[in-house]
């Protein structure tokens, strides 16, 4: 039987100065490793689900004002996504990409949009939770302190802006993350803990796996 292949996405990123820059993909592949080993228990062959390498560069422009940041922006990632799900499709029956970025969403979209067109079975979804902050804050560092937690620097851990992120957009548009948070934090890491990212990260898991089982693809592929 031809495998189901699981492609995290994530970014190489600025999370403040107490993460690492690669905390959108380790989220990523830790979700996406979870979510193949639960599937793959499901069913009793077992062996028809893989974890690909992740895809580290995504779409970060937002973030280009802090040191560390590489974004190779939407059309890059998005012509990527397209040449790997057409060679990966040669040989596995279906792709599901986990993202852990949201500034990939337009790129995985439209990639995903195409390759369907195309007639390749491809969906998506990202590691995403109800209440979250939007970067660096209580959520992800949360996660990382479950997940990773030598790589968290908590003594660097400070407060950053907590306004909601809808008010935030029109600042960020014109300047990016640095036009609101001198940090490169959306949020408060220093409420975060290991025991509130192992909930967090168990509804990650449990709402893409859910998606994945489910295999409803909008127009975009995003799995519903």
Do not use: K
């Not at 802090?66 to 996504?81: D, E, K, M, N, Q």
């Not at 998506?124 to 939770?129: I, T």
């Not at 992800?140 to 790589?151: A, K, N, Q, R, Y």
């Not at 959306?186 to 967090?200: K, S």
């Amino acid at each position: 039987m031809s495998p189901t292949l699981v492609v995290p996405v994530g970014s190489t990123e600025q999370h403040g100065p107490h993460l690492p820059l690669d905390t959108d993909t380790r989220i990523a592949t830790a979700v996406g490793h979870a979510v193949a080993d639960r599937l793959a228990a499901e069913r009793s062959e077992g062996s028809d689900w893989l974890v690909a390498p992740a895809i580290n560069y995504g779409a970060s422009g937002e973030h280009e004002s802090f040191p560390g940041t590489v974004s190779i922006g939407t059309s890059a990632l998005r012509l990527l996504l397209v040449e790997f799900g057409r060679s990966a499709a040669r040989w596995a029956s279906r792709l599901v990409f986990i993202n852990g970025h949201g500034g990939n969403v337009e790129a995985l979209g439209a990639a995903a949009a195409l390759l369907r067109y195309e007639g390749r079975d491809v969906g998506w979804c990202s590691c995403s939770v109800a209440n979250a902050d939007a970067h660096a804050g209580h959520t992800e560092t949360s996660v990382l302190l479950h997940i990773s937690p030598t790589d968290v620097w908590a003594d660097e851990r400070l407060p950053g802006n907590t306004a909601p992120l809808a008010e935030l957009m029109p600042q960020m548009r014109r300047g990016g993350v640095a036009a609101v948070s001198a940090l490169g934090v959306l949020g408060d890491p220093t409420t975060a803990t290991a025991e509130a990212g192992a909930r967090i990260f168990a509804e990650m898991v449990n709402g893409c796996a859910d998606r994945v089982r489910r295999w409803r693809p909008d127009r975009d592929g995003m799995l519903i």
